[in-house]
């Protein structure tokens, strides 16, 4: 499914994240960048050790902000670090964070130049996020970004499950 917001295709795909040829792939990383299981292992395990050799220089990444490093052994030139909120009930700023590792990323890829990035559901595995209200902030900040902002050309929202597949095209629709 996909659908064009002012210059930008915004599309959702039920893949694995570390098969996109996008120029960036953005990996839900944790604040000490330090590698761990789901999305971030398997970027790390298909990317090789370069990209945590930088990860290492670098040295963190506060919740909600975004670094990058090369793409390693990816297709994708670039591998764009964000650390999404750990969900504790919805009272700890979790909304704010969660959209401002989305924003934080796209800005960080914009600055760089890139034209494409392809993004997993950050915070919907180990940190818990609740799927529908994950997905809503995550298309609804991408959507906004892009009303103000004509370098990227196409985000991709790569899904691993039918399920968060389902919640993400539910939402996509009624921003449509
Ligand atoms: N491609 C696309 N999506 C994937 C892939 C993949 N190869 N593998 C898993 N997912 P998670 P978080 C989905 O737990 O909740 C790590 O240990 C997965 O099904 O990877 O932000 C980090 O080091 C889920 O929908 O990220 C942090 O400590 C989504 O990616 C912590 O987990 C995100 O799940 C971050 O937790």
Not at 8 to 33: H, K, Q
Request: aromatic residues 6%; positive net charge.
């Amino acid at each position: 499914m996909q659908a064009k917001f002012n210059q930008t295709i915004i599309e959702l795909a039920r893949r694995d994240i570390t098969e996109e040829s996008t120029d960036a792939v953005v990996n839900a990383a944790n604040s000490r960048l330090a590698g761990g299981a789901g999305v971030d292992g398997a970027i790390h395990r298909a990317g090789g050790p370069a990209i945590m050799a930088e990860c290492r220089q670098i040295g963190g990444c506060p919740t909600g902000q975004a670094v990058i490093t090369t793409g390693g052994n990816l297709k994708a030139r670039y591998v764009i670090h964000t650390v999404g909120p750990v969900y504790q009930g919805g009272t700890r700023n979790e909304a704010n964070l969660l959209a401002a590792a989305y924003t934080n990323s796209l800005k960080l890829a914009a600055k760089k130049g890139l034209q494409s990035i392809s993004f997993p559901a950050i915070s919907c595995g180990t940190y818990g996020y609740p799927l529908q209200e994950a997905a809503h902030l995550a298309l609804k900040s991408c959507v906004e970004f892009v009303r103000e902002n004509t370098q990227i050309q196409i985000i991709r929202h790569v899904l691993f499950d039918q399920k968060i597949y389902n919640f993400f095209s539910g939402e996509l629709r009624k921003l449509i």
